[in-house]
Nanobody
C-alpha cells in the first residue's frame, strides 16, 4: 500500500504565499513523475505543476511565474511553493505520483486526499 499525505493548505489573503508538501510512504520501489492538481467548485480537476524524477518541471499557464514545484527524492516528497496567490487559485489541491512497488510492476497513479487552499480578496 502506498499513501500520499499532503500538508500546508489553509486560508490566505490575495498576494500571500503558501507552501504545500506531499510525502509518499509505504511499499515504494521507485517514483516517476510527481505533481499537483487542483479542483475548484464546479470545475474539473486540472494540472497545476509537475516534476519528473530528474527535475524537469511543467506548469499550467495560469500559475507560471507564481508557483514553483520541487521534490526531494531521498524523502519521496514533492513541494509546491505558491506566491502571489489570487482568489481564482482557491481550490482543493491534490498530490499525484506515479509509483512502482517493485521492478516487475508498472507505474501506478496514486492520489493524496486533497488539501483546501482558500484565497480571499
Amino acid at each position: 500500500q502506498v499513501q500520499l499525505v499532503e500538508s500546508g493548505g489553509g486560508s490566505v489573503q490575495a498576494g500571500g504565499s503558501l507552501r504545500l508538501s506531499c510525502a509518499a510512504s509505504g511499499s515504494i520501489f521507485s517514483i516517476n513523475d510527481m505533481g499537483w492538481y487542483r479542483q475548484a467548485p464546479g470545475k474539473q480537476r486540472e494540472l497545476v505543476a509537475a516534476v519528473t524524477s530528474d527535475g524537469t518541471t511543467n506548469y499550467a499557464d495560469s500559475v507560471q511565474g507564481r508557483f514553483a514545484v520541487s521534490r526531494d527524492n531521498a524523502k519521496n516528497t514533492v513541494y509546491l511553493q505558491m506566491n502571489s496567490l489570487k482568489p481564482e487559485d482557491t481550490a482543493v489541491y491534490y498530490c499525484n505520483a506515479a509509483v512502482r512497488k517493485d521492478w516487475r510492476q508498472r507505474y501506478l497513479q496514486v492520489w493524496g486526499q486533497g488539501t483546501l487552499v482558500t484565497v480571499s480578496s
